[in-house]
């Protein structure tokens, strides 16, 4: 079974470091740095209320994503270094904004938005 040769201990850990790092970003980038942006554009998002009494879905949904994306990593590249890992993060990155950005297509999100 491929899961055997996977070092599990340390996929539990990269799992847990990945979904914290998750949120971190999240919030510098969407609370920080683009938190202006959203509070111009407040018309296209929920109310702040609801927004935060959804909080915790945002939070459960940073653990699915982080096992996906540090079982990929042990599985495909198992002994690579920090370098292949930064790379493998841009594309997995550039995968993510590309299905973001289609789904624009179908929600009214401005421009601003999307090409800033």
């Given at each position: 079974?491929?899961?055997?040769?996977?070092?599990?201990?340390?996929?539990i850990i990269s799992i847990i470091v990945l979904a914290i790092f998750f949120f971190i970003y999240d919030f510098l980038v969407?609370?920080?740095?683009?938190?202006?942006?959203?509070?111009?554009?407040?018309?296209?998002?929920?109310?702040?209320?609801?927004?935060?009494?959804?909080?915790?879905?945002?939070?459960?949904?940073?653990?699915?994503?982080?096992?996906?994306?540090?079982?990929?990593?042990?599985?495909?590249?198992?002994?690579?270094?920090?370098?292949?890992?930064?790379?493998?993060?841009?594309?997995?990155?550039?995968?993510?904004?590309?299905?973001?950005?289609?789904?624009?297509?179908?929600?009214?999100?401005?421009?601003?938005?999307?090409?800033?």
């Open positions: 079974m491929i899961l055997i040769a996977m070092n599990i201990p340390h996929l969407h609370g920080v740095l683009l938190g202006k942006m959203y509070k111009e554009t407040e018309e296209f998002w929920r109310p702040e209320e609801e927004l935060m009494s959804r909080m915790r879905i945002q939070f459960v949904s940073y653990v699915p994503i982080a096992i996906g994306f540090a079982t990929i990593w042990a599985l495909a590249f198992p002994g690579k270094g920090v370098k292949c890992g930064v790379i493998y993060g841009f594309l997995i990155g550039l995968i993510s904004v590309g299905g973001l950005m289609i789904g624009t297509v179908f929600t009214p999100t401005p421009d601003q938005v999307i090409l800033p």
